[in-house]
């Protein structure tokens, strides 16, 4: 298709849009009395307007059921994250008792990396990518500690080759087959947080599991962004944020995914609580831990059921829409925003440049812009003038045009701004 940066075609584009109005199922927030153009919905995704339905209705069963709620709520709170499991496996590619809703994003992969991270005297490293998103190198560190084993020595991280902005495959490949039978566990983010690269989770999961790892994924950019097929790609374990993408509200408990093949196993350790143990005889307040056979095995506490609503609330739409409409949608609008971008870098002289793959397999919905010439003021002049991104030292911004809620226009009209903000 040719692309033109007009308002007509940028119109016209919404007009064939088949998820145009999901728009009008989001809060968006104003500046000068408009609404804004949201590009940061892989930081925070805008509140479904649903949401407080889910949320009023957990409200109202405590005020009126109080301790009964917990089995005769209009959605009873002891088994509500199993509501979770069906629309979820969906979104990620796995099969229902793989995935379950608990915790928050770094503890999960805390309490992933106490089953899969047991370093021995020969096998102990850790490949993750390098600059991966402080909160992974903060637990990866923490972990490594813990075992009594020195960072430098366990951590290997993968680096970009000297000028360039993405890490390749065959680096990744490489450094793998060199560490071979030292190496325990792959933890790499699934799509980078900074460039919006998306990794070859199925090529880089296989080769990890031929050098005798584990591997698992953080997918905090991947979930409700990228097609993902954590059963058939053989991933052992996964875990993500649902604030981001999947847009459940703020600092909202994480995701989990744990591989079918480890269910039975008894040898693998893990921190138990009541709400991993077998659902049957829960209440039978038995002394000996017996975990559930699937992800929820790894439950500790009873759920934050508050905090579920919502997320169950996004899960709903999703369901409803289904990752492949998303997935057209989310290329199609990446792509106008590309052609818009180079569209007014051309107009203005080449001040920046997209470092997100151009290679659409290895890219989604973010493209990541870094500047040359202007810095932090042009940020703060999209900001003033209703653009909502979000600034990454030294010299980044993030633009994610979310499929669900962000339209053609919103690219085009990003496009006259920011010229505006480049040329004065
Ligand atoms: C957003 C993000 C996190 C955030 O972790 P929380 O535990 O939810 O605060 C962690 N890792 C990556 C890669 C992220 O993008």
Redesign the pocket.
Known sequence: MTYKNTREFAQQLDSEDQLKHYREEFLFPQVNGKQVIYFTG??LGLQPKRAKKYVDEVMNDWANLAVEGHFYAEKPWWDYQERFAKPLSKIVGALPAEVTVMN??????HLMMVSFYRPTAKRYKIICESK?????QY?IQSQVHFHGLDPKEAIVEIERRPGEHNIRLEDVLAKINAIGDELALVLI?G???YTGQVFDMKTITKAGHDAGAYVGW????AAGNIKLELHDWDVDFAAW?S??YMNSGP?NA?GLFVHEKHHHNPDLPRFAGWWGHNKERRFKMEPKFDPVHGAEGWQISNLPILSLAPYLASVDMFDEIGMDKLIEKRDKITAYLEFILHEIDKEVASTFEIITPENKEERASQLSVFLHGEGRSLFDYLMKNGVITDWREPNVIRLAPVPLYCSFEDMYEFGQILKKGITG
Do not use: W
């Open positions: 892989n930081s928050t994003l770094t503890v999960n992969l991966a998103f402080p909160s992974d637990m983010g799509v980078n947080y953080d997918l905090a950019h944020c604030y981001k600092g994480s």
